[in-house]
């Protein structure tokens, strides 16, 4: 299958020389979508003054050097130099017919690279909140987008396993013993054990004091203190692979790439700067200042290598990772999923990562990019928190999104098992939360609303599940298995062809959300291809058609679009019921 974008881009370039010579050859045909005809070609404006001509001549040149082919239907020049293009409904079709033919659905594979992606990122022994929520499930959609698209994408969980709130910890699970119940609590409310800690750390210095030795001991790589820290880890474990179990997200152990990892490398990071003379003392700590980072009253912004303690900063484990995915991994580009208020610190990381020769000088030779994660936000459009002010809980949230949907799913379809009415509900509440982050650009802010979440109209998840569901219906009332439906296909109608050209841009826009990562425009394709979809039933009877071989083609209409819903769907991570 080929996107009718990407068979008009070389139909353009070739009149351009014909008509204008070897001097335009490789020029931007400058296509675009239009309300006149299926495109518009451009080109003419964007290169009048460089040939020192009127755009609509340049245009009516284009236009009579262009091989139409089964390609074009009809070319036709409007007001300055604009060509609207309308493709032949035979060329659709047989595209069309490409693409339930192929498992890929016609995406194409691009030359593969390794693509190292931070994303998630929660603490050891501390439950995951809603700031969690977008890194991880935007994170995981770029990892399944990307890996379709052809390429290795090494997923990193930086999980914050390391520090000084671990001598807390430690001395806490020595009292209160590594099997009992308050040491497992960490598997399921990781809260109540560091805020247990956390108690007794302000309130006995006797505590305190042996919790401060014992972070000494930790850095120093004791033996049995670094056993109970991997008890803590190992506890934790458990309880993130529960949070991604219920989230659907493909992080497993084998992705846990945490600060600890970095440990052993941080001296010889910050004698590497020193003798560069990239980070240089000031006021006992190790730091780099860069040109053009400052703040207030123009006073240079440092980036902490080694505090003034002998502790490290994230700036230092961070310049670790940055070496580590070039050096170890080889990257071809690395992805950081994270807080949009983590862009200066990021931006000094990858500048001083640069000038350390941990990246290359040219930035194309290893893209970094930081992918900036909004908040979410209560009613009042401030950041979601509980009315204590402390952060919500991820769980929290996530179950009641369940309970929200388990609710409608009752009322709407009692006739269902109560296993499968739990499972649509899971699927429905998870995918309604999940959607909605992902529907919105990734650096804005969003409200949290269960009911507009979980709402069966509009941009939502269970709008396009609820699609799939009744395309499912309808392929079987018609006996049809849609990965086998392979009639061939009839553009006759208008609705017919809106529907068949909206299925023919899966690939450009699956190769543009891994260009850009930007999922929430792979949301609002699915959206309008839905929508699409309805209009089309609307139009065209399906299951009662005038004629068998009208029937037939759109039941192969039916079965691509299922196909194709499920598939983006599954690259935003969300599951499609079969009912709903």
């Not at 032949?88 to 194409?108: F, M």
């Not at 009992?180 to 006797?206: C, I, L, M, W």
């Not at 999923?337 to 000088?361: D, F, N, W």
């Not at 990965?483 to 006759?492: F, G, Y």
């Amino acid at each position: 299958m080929v996107a009718p974008i990407d068979a008009l881009a070389p139909a353009v370039q070739s009149a351009l020389v014909a008509a204008f010579g070897e001097d335009v050859r490789g020029a931007d045909p400058v296509v675009r979508p239009s309300q006149f005809a299926d495109v518009q070609v451009n080109a003419a404006m964007a290169l009048a003054k460089r040939l020192g001509r009127k755009p609509r001549d340049v245009a009516d040149a284009i236009v009579e050097h262009l091989e139409t082919g089964d390609l074009i239907a009809s070319a036709e020049v409007s007001g300055p130099g604009f060509i609207n293009v309308t493709f032949s409904d035979t060329w659709i079709a047989q595209q069309v017919q490409a693409a339930q033919a192929d498992p890929r659905l016609g995406v194409a594979t691009q030359p593969a690279e390794i693509i190292p992606i931070d994303y998630s990122a929660p603490n050891v022994a501390k439950e995951m909140h809603v700031g969690h929520l977008r890194t991880t499930i935007i994170g995981d959609s770029l990892a399944r987008t990307l890996e379709h698209l052809g390429h290795t994408v090494i997923r990193q969980n930086h999980v914050g396993d390391w520090g000084t709130p671990f001598g807390m910890l430690v001395e806490h699970l020595l009292e209160v013993g590594e099997d009992s119940s308050e040491a497992h609590v960490v598997e399921t409310d990781p809260n109540a054990f560091y805020q247990a800690a956390r108690a007794k750390f302000d309130g006995s210095e006797d505590f305190a004091t042996r919790a401060r030795a014992r972070v000494v001991r930790l850095q120093a790589g004791d033996p049995e203190t670094l056993r109970l820290w991997g008890k803590l880890y190992d506890l934790s474990k458990v309880y993130f692979n529960r949070v991604y179990s219920t989230l659907g997200v493909t992080l497993t152990d084998a992705d846990l790439a945490g600060e600890s990892s970095y440990n052993e490398d941080l001296p010889g990071i910050c004698a590497d700067l020193e003798a560069k003379g990239i980070a240089t003392m000031d006021d006992g700590a190790l730091v780099v200042f860069l040109p053009g980072f400052t703040g207030r009253e123009d006073k240079p912004v440092p980036l902490f290598i080694r505090k003034s303690d002998g502790g490290y900063g994230y700036g230092t484990t961070d310049l670790a990772t940055v070496k580590h995915r070039v050096e170890d991994l080889h990257a071809d580009r690395i992805l950081y999923v994270v807080g949009v208020t983590q862009s200066l610190h990021l931006q000094m990381v990858y500048e001083t990562a640069r000038q350390a020769g941990y990246l290359p000088k040219d930035p194309a030779e290893v893209q970094v990019e930081h992918v900036k994660i909004g908040s979410v936000l209560g009613e009042d459009r401030k950041i979601l928190k509980t009315r204590s002010g402390a952060p919500l809980r991820l769980m929290y949230l996530l179950d009641e999104a369940v309970q929200h949907a388990r609710a409608y799913i009752d009322e709407a379809r009692p006739e269902l098992p109560e296993q499968e009415r739990a499972d649509i509900a899971r699927m429905v509440g998870i995918g309604g939360v999940k959607y909605a982050d992902l529907s919105v650009a990734h650096d804005s802010d969003y409200v949290f609303d269960l009911d507009r979440m979980l709402a069966l109209t509009g941009n939502t998840g269970p709008y396009l599940q609820y699609a799939t569901a009744r395309l499912r219906s309808i392929l079987r009332s018609a006996g049809v298995d849609p990965e086998a439906q392979d009639a061939p296909v009839l553009v006759t109608e208008p609705a017919e062809r809106e529907l068949a050209l909206k299925l023919l841009d899966l690939d450009g826009v699956l190769a543009q959300v891994g260009a850009i990562y930007e999922p929430h425009r792979l949301c609002t394709y699915l959206f309008e291809l839905a929508q699409t979809f309805s209009s089309f039933y609307e139009a065209c009877p399906v299951l009662k058609a005038d004629d068998e071989q009208t029937r037939a083609s759109r039941l192969t209409l039916c079965a691509l679009t299922l196909r194709t819903l499920v598939q983006g769907l599954d690259l935003l991570g969300v599951e499609a019921p079969e009912r709903m």
